[in-house]
């Protein structure tokens, strides 16, 4: 099977809850290791490419430029 393709700004739908409560995470950093960030506590973390797409539930779609600043202002 070939791996999952990412970019910088993808939206994943983890299997597992944050204990922030969230499950939406935001594509941060690429390479043998992926960066995600969450969408609601803004919690970094760092895990194996393996371990994400083996965590993934669902790929969301992007945020348009308008969200993206309201979600920053928060």
């Known amino acids: ?4 393709q990412f ?3 993808d939206r ?6 944050h204990p922030c ?3 939406d995470w935001e594509v941060v ?5 992926i960066g995600l960030r969450c969408e ?5 973390i760092l895990l194996p490419r393996s371990e994400v797409e ?3 539930k669902q790929v969301l779609p992007r945020l348009a430029p308008s969200e993206i600043d309201a979600f920053d202002e928060e």
């Open 1 to 4: 099977m070939a791996p999952m």
């Open 7 to 9: 970019a910088i700004g």
């Open 12 to 17: 994943l739908r983890l299997r597992k809850k």
């Open 21 to 23: 409560g969230s499950f």
């Open 29 to 33: 950093r690429l390479g043998a290791d």
């Open 40 to 44: 609601k506590c803004g919690r970094r």
């Open 54 to 56: 083996r965590r993934v």
